[in-house]
């Protein structure tokens, strides 16, 4: 009975801990490293490109983007979110101009992380 009693005291006191210790994370690296695709450029619309199945090498240029698809003037889920120097794929509409998206070549890595959307263009594939 009393090594059941620690075993469970044990087991709060790490709940406990972990829960302290836990911060929200505003991103997440789901993949680390240049893919082998995209070697040698900067590659947030080399990855998307991959991600969406476009054999136009082309739109490895984030800005390409801006061209391609409709445009779309209120934020949804699957839209591409356009900057002149990056692009990703937006995968929730948070409020107040923020976003959450992934995209690649963020910090090194596929990242799905909030952003704000700024002066971004949104397209519709």
């Known amino acids: 009975m009393r090594t059941r009693s620690l075993v469970a005291a044990a ?6 801990i972990g829960d302290a210790d836990a911060r929200p994370r505003r991103h997440f690296a789901l993949e680390r490293g240049q893919p082998a695709a ?29 061209d391609l698809g409709s445009p779309a003037s209120v934020c949804r889920p699957g ?12 995968t929730a509409c948070l409020g107040g101009g923020m976003v959450r998206m992934i995209s690649g070549n963020d910090g090194n890595a596929v990242r799905d992380r909030v952003r704000p959307l700024g002066r971004a263009r949104l397209r519709a594939l």
């Open 38 to 66: 995209c070697a040698g450029i900067p590659w947030c619309g080399c990855w998307l490109r991959i991600r969406h199945g476009i054999a136009d090498q082309r739109f490895d240029k984030a800005r390409e983007w801006a």
């Open 79 to 90: 839209l591409i979110a356009v900057w002149s120097h990056h692009v990703g794929e937006i």
């Open 11 to 16: 087991v709060l006191c790490v709940a406990m």
